[in-house]
């Protein structure tokens, strides 16, 4: 296949493009410069609303990751309103664009994220649950419709909402480890809140299933079939990397620190299941949340 790949350089996009191109695929970087170096970039600035539509014709799919990191700061209006801007205002740009070719791609991979749900406590949460009514579960709602053009011209659209992604090179753990390393790690608030993580072989592997998949259409949850209490998950890095973890970091605390963003990214609780990808045959690499911590960091 041709695939145009969009946040091609993030912790997602940078492992997924050689392993398509291992594969066979013809893999194109959608990427925000302005002029494009060679006929493998394809330029496109969603700030500002335009995008090289001419370069997009003959894609056989496109999968769409591009998005500002939502944990990159303590978040302000300004930064909740980049966050925001850069999933709905990037998506709708593209998909309007791909709806206005003659031929248009068969398939679009569209992140989105399991922020959709909110905080759900212990309510176990598929495809088919309601959204909740925070601002990453507005987000997501508005991320999700905005690729509504391509769904309208005939192309089918996996929103893939992708839990928390576990990788030694960025995102939470990675962050986590330096703390966790030294001993410093602890359970966060309660405890009792659900991560519902996804190592990133996995997530690289759920796209791969998803473009060859033709049966699995809107939304699917991109995460792992065990999902773990903050608790359990502290406790089993400690006891992976062989460090105590006895020092918790009380709600309030996280509040102080990261405002809104500690409600929202640390305290909050979803358990999400990936039954679209069970349903559809896919096979986790890793289910279980010690084997994927060993794998990953090497133990």
């Known amino acids: 296949m041709k695939i145009l790949i ?18 066979g695929h013809d893999v194109a970087r959608l990427v925000r410069t302005a002029k494009a170096k060679d006929e493998r970039q394809i330029s496109w600035a969603p700030a500002v609303g335009t995008i090289d ?16 990191n939502i944990a990159a700061g303590r978040w302000n209006a300004a930064r909740k309103a980049r966050i925001r801007d ?11 664009t791909l709806a206005s070719l003659e031929n248009p791609p068969k ?19 598929d495809e088919r649950s309601a959204a909740g009514t925070s601002f990453l579960a507005n987000v997501c709602k508005e991320w999700e419709a905005a690729a509504d053009p391509a769904r309208e011209k005939g192309v089918r659209v996996i929103s893939l909402r992708i839990g928390v992604v576990l990788s030694p090179e960025g995102g939470a753990l990675q962050k986590l480890l330096t ?25 690289v592997g759920v796209i791969q299933h998803a473009l060859k998949s033709d049966e699995l ?38 509040k102080l620190m990261l405002g809104e963003m ?26 279980k949340l010690k084997a994927v911590l060993r794998h990953l960091l090497g133990k």
Do not use: M
């Open 6 to 23: 969009s946040g091609s350089t993030g912790l997602v996009g940078s492992k997924l493009v050689p392993l398509l191109a291992a594969d």
């Open 53 to 68: 539509g001419g370069s997009i014709q003959g894609f056989d799919a496109v999968v769409h990751l591009a998005g500002e």
């Open 86 to 96: 850069s999933r709905v205002n990037g998506t709708r740009l593209l998909c309007e």
């Open 107 to 125: 398939t679009l991979v569209s992140a989105s994220a399991i922020g959709f749900y909110g905080d759900r406590g212990d309510e176990e949460l």
């Open 179 to 203: 703390p966790f390393k030294l001993g410093a790690g602890g359970i966060v608030g309660n405890g009792r809140q659900y991560w519902s993580w996804i190592g990133v072989d996995d997530v």
């Open 217 to 254: 259409s809107g939304p699917v949850n991109c995460v792992a079939p065990h999902p773990s209490t903050n608790q359990q998950f502290t406790k089993t890095l400690g006891r992976v990397l062989s460090r105590p973890t006895i020092f918790p970091l009380p709600a309030f605390v996280a």
């Open 262 to 287: 500690a409600d929202e990214l640390l305290l909050a609780s979803a358990r999400v299941l990936p039954k679209r990808l069970q349903e559809t045959g896919y096979e986790f690499r890793h289910t």
